[in-house]
């Protein structure tokens, strides 16, 4: 019940603006926090995590290239990506995420 509550406040009948534009608020917010910190490989991940939990698994996949080209030892990104390719049904692409992955160990 409460959570219907909150909803209803974001979605102010006079101004309904919906939960995109929540959601378009947060990845302004994430993008504006990286520009603050570049450096903070943990925010990056957050920011690749929400994009996929929203469904934007193909902006999500390019958060994680962004992750791997400054960070190219985060393993956890080759997880992630090769995680969300496999999801895509992007089997090559996946298979070589992995093997960069193994490469890497």
Known sequence: FFFFQAEDGIRDVERSRG?????KRQLKCYDQSIDLSPNDVELQYIKAQFLDNIGKKEEAIKCYDKILEAFPNELDAYKSKAKLLTFLMKEDEALKCIEKLIEKK
Do not use: C, I
């Open 19 to 23: 939960l995109g534009d929540v959601y």
